[in-house]
């Protein structure tokens, strides 16, 4: 989990596995009563990427 800035408001950040290693990113805006999905990937990302 972290923060990131979406349309101007810090968000915390979240992450959903989904397969063995798939991921999604999403942000919870409860102000707007939306979730901002900010990143998908097939496999676990290295740190170094």
Same mark, same amino acid.
């Given at each position: 989990?972290? !923060? &990131?800035?979406? @349309?101007? @408001? =810090? &968000? %915390?950040?979240?992450?959903? %596995?989904?397969?063995? /290693? /798939?991921? $999604?990113?999403?942000c $919870? =805006? =409860?102000?707007?009563?939306? !979730?901002?999905m900010t =990143?998908?990937? #097939? /496999? @676990? #990302?290295?740190?170094?990427?």
């Amino acid at each position: 989990m972290g !923060v &990131l800035c979406v @349309h101007g @408001h =810090d &968000l %915390e950040q979240w992450q959903f %596995e989904f397969t063995a /290693g /798939g991921r $999604i990113w999403y942000c $919870i =805006d =409860d102000a707007a009563r939306t !979730v901002w999905m900010t =990143d998908a990937s #097939p /496999g @676990h #990302p290295k740190a170094t990427e």
